[in-house]
């Protein structure tokens, strides 16, 4: 009797076994009383799902590759003083006319982006996002904290504050609790030289200290790396690149009158100087 009773038993398994197995080997499916079915799907995970989707795939672009990416540069930001002599009106954009061109940008889908972006696209080919531009300020000027930082935030763009380290504390110049609130709130800081003279004029020890010093003491205060230089007034050559390079920074920022961009111009990124008009940005975006 017992062993006709095992011998059930493993007839069962038997069974059992072979039904599995030809649904394996099947459609997948087991009908159950009721009619309810079972899949495979429903039993095991799938091995799509197991997979992870593969990371984006990007080709460098060549050194010669050009590519549209305005990068707008403002220097004095503030009402226009009663007695301001011609150099003072054409650096000056008041905070209503910043105001009309932010408004520009937001209104008509332009995004602010970090220059390290243009940075990551240069080594990596990863494009940069839809209608991107970029907005930079140079000299410390205090009034740039006054008037631009607050209409920044205002309509939620990013900048970056070129920063002159000797001219930090001074009266008219930003104080380093003002360059750390706004390096906090997401604004990038980079250097715009010790004491802002003309790189391609000066000694080789010179030019060391106005490159080195200036990243060094930025990033003992703020607490973060500096990666961006702005040549003072414009003006380098090949021996600051040279400087630029030896001191750390992954790109420069020069002064010019286009919006194009090319990674043979990493040490030299095109700026153009805005005016305190609408048009002179809206001229710059035209087809783009």
Sequence with gaps: MRKFIYSLIILAVVAVGAVFYLWWQGDGVINLKGGNTISKSEQLPSSENLTPN?????????????????????????????????NRKAFTVTPEIFEQQLKYFKENGYRAIYLDQLIEYFDTGKPLPEKAIAITFDDSYKE??????PLLKKYGFVATFFIITSWVGRADAFSWAQIKEMSEAGMTVGSHSVTHPHLDTLSDENLK?????????LEENLGKTIDFIAYPA????DKVIQAVKDAGYIGAVGVYKIISQSPKYRWSIRRFH??????SITSKLIDY
């Design 144 to 149: 740039q904290y006054q008037y631009a930082f």
């Design 234 to 237: 414009g003006f380098y050559n």
């Design 274 to 279: 805005v005016d305190n008009n609408l048009e």
């Design 54 to 86: 593969p990371a984006p795939q990007y080709q460098s672009p060549v050194q010669n590759t050009v590519i549209k990416f305005p990068v707008f540069n403002y220097h004095h930001l503030g009402p226009l003083p009663e007695n301001a002599d011609e």
């Design 209 to 217: 200290n106005e490159a080195e010093n200036s990243k060094k003491v």
